[in-house]
């Protein structure tokens, strides 16, 4: 089968079959600038919902024990993975001995829009982002604008965002796994709010590390075609 015929294959694949938000869905070929992003939560859920990394469906994590909602829209941005070069430029940032989540990145996107729920997918740009280390694991929180916000679309860097939202980011970051009267072993930290340009950077290096762990699926589909008809 030729190049072409795969492609097209691909494309057959994805017209018949629902993508996994993670896997199947492309990050967007203007990225790190403009990114595709897959939306878990809302700011007015109060179960905290994730992707399941088996089936791609959107699966309830835990309930919300306590009044703490997320003041963005969260989710993470497909065919990205938190490993070794992630690992590597944390370290090299804060001086932490860290490794990778093992996740796709996350990201928050500011948009004056009420969405009502989350499994959906956004065009946004990336403006910053904060340097997150959960106990002694790599956990970078990229911070989006929608694509075409009439609010929040004008900024182009984390520096034009009001200090407000910042700050009620990086409480909901910083407390939404404490437990009131128990002891936080795994304490979250934010060791630096970083700006786009290095934001930039941690999604560049997250593609690598997505590549590194599950290769060009696209690739591999061809190559297995490519076997079979030999």
Not at 46 to 69: A, C
Request: charged fraction near 30%; aromatic fraction near 10%; hydrophobic fraction near 30%.
């Amino acid at each position: 089968m030729s190049f072409e015929s795969s492609e097209k294959l691909w494309k057959l694949l994805g017209l018949m079959l629902k993508s996994h938000p993670w896997h199947g869905v492309p990050i967007g070929d203007n990225s790190p600038e403009q990114v595709t992003s897959f939306v878990e939560i809302v700011p007015t859920d109060t179960v905290k919902y994730e992707v399941d990394k088996d089936t791609g469906f959107l699966k309830v994590d835990r309930p919300q024990r306590f009044s703490n909602v997320c003041p963005a829209l969260y989710g993470f941005i497909p065919q990205t993975y938190c490993g070794e070069s992630i690992a590597e430029y944390c370290e090299e940032k804060s001086g932490r001995k860290v490794t990778g989540d093992g996740d796709p990145l996350d990201i928050c996107i500011l948009s004056e829009k009420q969405i009502t729920h989350g499994n959906i997918l956004l065009q946004c740009h990336p403006i910053g982002g904060f340097r997150m280390i959960d106990g002694d694991e790599a956990d970078d929180k990229i911070i989006a604008v929608m694509k075409g916000d009439l609010v929040y679309g004008k900024y182009k860097n984390i520096a034009d965002v009001p200090p407000i939202v910042i700050d009620r980011l990086r409480h909901y970051f910083l407390t939404y796994k404490q437990i009131p009267g128990e002891s936080n072993k795994t304490a979250c930290e934010i060791t630096h709010t970083y700006d786009r340009d290095e934001a930039f950077e941690v999604i560049k290096r997250s593609q690598d590390d997505y590549y590194s762990k599950h290769g060009d699926l696209k690739g591999l589909l061809a190559t297995m075609i490519r076997f079979e008809d030999n």
